[in-house]
């Protein structure tokens, strides 16, 4: 019996310490460009992000028509014309945190990581590399990254009478409070 | 054991996403068309909350004419036109016509918006309604005349599903009531059946076409339906709607009940209208 117990044991603390998940259901992306005549800005706050730490595996997913802009033209320009958000609805990241034994999210302290992994949009799929930072203090865990992505790059067109309104380079700030997943 | 330890393996393997469950969050239909208009009818796009959207449409005489008075553009009618979201529903507009020196006023409500995601709508509906009003001096200055003797009211159902990326359908029942008519025998009300829709050419263009079916007995002879056809075109924050019809009227009484022309005559009118946008509020 004892050694049953003992098994058991054994089986709860392999899976707890194979399976720390960390996720967000409000993960916050930020799409900023600047050009000659405009600056456009959205806000997406209901992305979904999930870690695996044993893994160092990381995810990403956000609705584009959940990115909320200043003009509500801007905001139909951006689903219709641009990202097709009707054809390709969603924009998703696999990664890796590439030094994830580094990171320790139940002590406090920050940590930086680079994550790499591919970002598909807009129907490409293209392999980037983020440099994020995570936050452990006592309200929990927090990350933030920036990068830029070329529109260009992912099939993104802009047309020549607004090439001076939409910038060809945006910047994507990314915020998540991460918290434990309960399995 | 090494069973369980594998079992525990492969699910982590699968996509880390797929944790979290479904997406809860519902998400509404947009741009079921580009502009506030079809062709001369009301679209169930509202200008959003605070965005103010600048109307120049022209209607130019029949093209049957000819190069003697150019194709009818040397006959122009007008109509300056100003459109207001109070809110994400309710949207207001003014306008005024060269024809019968009329104004008119009206609103158009959102009841409801199609939606995907958590909670599913498969239809848009929106009402409008407007009053318009002549201005110009009565025929017969003899008898009586009371100012309401200028009024029409117009009321209109929007019904509109966006199908696919591309193509958007909308129904439009529309009933105008115009207080006063040339003989007894006429009708003060008029309900006609609307259909209209686009389908999308490329991203920033579409073909659009708009039909009333008048309900037969009720109109006067030689009033015919109107039936528009015509093309828009998207720039940035321009709508230019570019068309051909057998109505030259841009306000509900005038295109529904007072169409004396017809397609099968040649007698087409080309028109256009501008939309601009500007963002007063945020």
Same mark, same amino acid.
């Given at each position: 019996?004892?050694?049953?117990?003992?098994?058991?044991?054994?089986?709860?603390?392999?899976?707890?310490?194979?399976?720390?998940?960390?996720?967000?259901?409000?993960?916050?992306?930020?799409?900023?460009?600047?050009?000659?005549?405009?600056?456009?800005?959205?806000?997406?706050?209901?992305?979904?992000?999930?870690?695996?730490?044993?893994?160092?595996?990381?995810?990403?997913?956000?609705?584009?028509?959940?990115?909320?802009?200043?003009?509500?033209?801007?905001?139909?320009?951006?689903?219709?014309?641009?990202?097709?958000?009707?054809?390709?609805?969603?924009? +998703?990241?696999?990664?890796?945190?590439? $030094?994830?034994?580094? /990171? *320790? @999210?139940?002590?406090?302290?920050?940590?930086?990581?680079?994550?790499?992994?591919?970002?598909?949009?807009?129907?490409?799929?293209?392999?980037?590399?983020?440099?994020?930072?995570?936050?452990?203090?006592?309200?929990?865990?927090?990350?933030?990254?920036?990068?830029?992505?070329?529109?260009?790059?992912?099939?993104?067109?802009?047309?020549?009478?607004?090439?001076?309104?939409?910038?060809?380079? +945006?910047?994507?700030?990314?915020?998540? $409070?991460?918290?434990? /997943? *309960? @399995? | 054991?090494?069973?369980?330890?594998?079992?525990?393996?492969?699910?982590?393997?699968?996509?880390?996403?797929?944790?979290?469950?479904?997406?809860?969050?519902?998400?509404?239909?947009?741009?079921?068309?580009?502009?506030?208009?079809?062709?001369?009818?009301?679209?169930?796009?509202?200008?959003?909350?605070?965005?103010?959207?600048?109307?120049?449409?022209?209607?130019?005489?029949?093209?049957?004419?000819?190069?003697?008075?150019?194709?009818?553009?040397?006959?122009?009618?007008?109509?300056?036109?100003?459109?207001?979201?109070?809110?994400?529903?309710?949207?207001?507009?003014?306008?005024?016509?060269?024809?019968?020196?009329?104004?008119?006023?009206?609103?158009?409500?959102?009841?409801?918006?199609?939606?995907?995601?958590?909670?599913?709508?498969?239809?848009?509906?929106?009402?409008?309604?407007?009053?318009?009003?002549?201005?110009?001096?009565?025929?017969?200055?003899?008898?009586?005349?009371?100012?309401?003797?200028?009024?029409?009211?117009?009321?209109?159902?929007?019904?509109?599903?966006?199908?696919?990326?591309?193509?958007?359908?909308?129904?439009?029942?529309?009933?105008?009531?115009?207080?006063?008519?040339?003989?007894?025998?006429?009708?003060?009300?008029?309900?006609?059946?609307?259909?209209?829709?686009?389908?999308?050419?490329?991203?920033?263009?579409?073909?659009?076409?708009?039909?009333?079916?008048?309900?037969?007995?009720?109109?006067?002879?030689?009033?015919?339906?109107?039936?528009?056809?015509?093309?828009?075109?998207?720039?940035?924050?321009?709508?230019?709607?570019?068309?051909?019809?057998?109505?030259?009227?841009?306000?509900?009484?005038?295109?529904?009940?007072?169409?004396?022309?017809?397609?099968?005559?040649?007698?087409?009118?080309?028109?256009?209208?501008?939309?601009?946008?500007?963002?007063?509020?945020?």
């Amino acid at each position: 019996m004892k050694k049953f117990k003992f098994i058991i044991a054994l089986i709860l603390f392999v899976q707890f310490g194979h399976a720390q998940k960390y996720f967000s259901k409000n993960a916050v992306l930020k799409f900023h460009s600047d050009s000659p005549m405009e600056k456009i800005e959205a806000v997406n706050s209901t992305a979904s992000t999930v870690i695996d730490i044993s893994s160092g595996k990381i995810e990403f997913a956000a609705l584009n028509n959940a990115f909320v802009f200043e003009k509500a033209l801007m905001q139909d320009h951006f689903n219709e014309n641009y990202m097709e958000s009707t054809k390709f609805p969603k924009t +998703v990241f696999k990664g890796t945190i590439q $030094d994830v034994s580094k /990171l *320790n @999210l139940t002590a406090t302290g920050t940590y930086k990581v680079m994550i790499q992994g591919d970002l598909m949009m807009h129907g490409v799929t293209k392999s980037v590399s983020v440099p994020a930072e995570f936050v452990v203090d006592s309200k929990g865990v927090h990350a933030n990254a920036k990068f830029t992505v070329k529109c260009s790059d992912f099939d993104i067109k802009i047309p020549a009478v607004v090439k001076n309104n939409i910038s060809n380079d +945006v910047d994507i700030t990314v915020k998540v $409070d991460y918290n434990l /997943l *309960n @399995l | 054991m090494w069973l369980y330890l594998g079992s525990s393996m492969l699910i982590a393997q699968e996509d880390l996403l797929s944790l979290l469950g479904k997406d809860a969050n519902t998400y509404l239909t947009t741009a079921s068309f580009k502009s506030t208009r079809i062709i001369n009818s009301q679209s169930i796009e509202n200008t959003a909350k605070g965005v103010l959207d600048i109307k120049i449409q022209h209607r130019f005489a029949s093209i049957e004419n000819g190069v003697s008075d150019f194709f009818g553009l040397d006959g122009a009618s007008i109509r300056l036109g100003l459109e207001y979201g109070l809110s994400n529903r309710l949207m207001l507009g003014f306008g005024r016509s060269s024809l019968d020196k009329a104004i008119d006023g009206y609103f158009k409500y959102r009841i409801l918006r199609q939606s995907f995601g958590k909670k599913q709508m498969p239809l848009s509906i929106s009402i409008v309604s407007a009053i318009e009003i002549k201005t110009t001096p009565f025929s017969d200055t003899k008898r009586r005349n009371y100012f309401s003797s200028r009024m029409y009211y117009s009321y209109q159902l929007l019904v509109a599903r966006k199908f696919s990326d591309g193509f958007s359908l909308q129904l439009m029942p529309t009933w105008v009531h115009r207080n006063l008519v040339k003989l007894e025998s006429d009708h003060n009300d008029i309900v006609s059946l609307g259909v209209g829709f686009r389908q999308k050419l490329s991203k920033r263009s579409s073909l659009n076409l708009e039909y009333f079916y008048n309900l037969p007995n009720q109109l006067e002879a030689n009033l015919y339906s109107p039936l528009s056809i015509g093309f828009d075109i998207e720039t940035g924050g321009h709508v230019f709607q570019l068309h051909f019809s057998n109505a030259s009227a841009m306000i509900y009484k005038g295109f529904i009940t007072e169409t004396p022309d017809r397609w099968s005559k040649g007698q087409i009118h080309f028109g256009f209208n501008i939309s601009r946008v500007f963002t007063l509020s945020k």
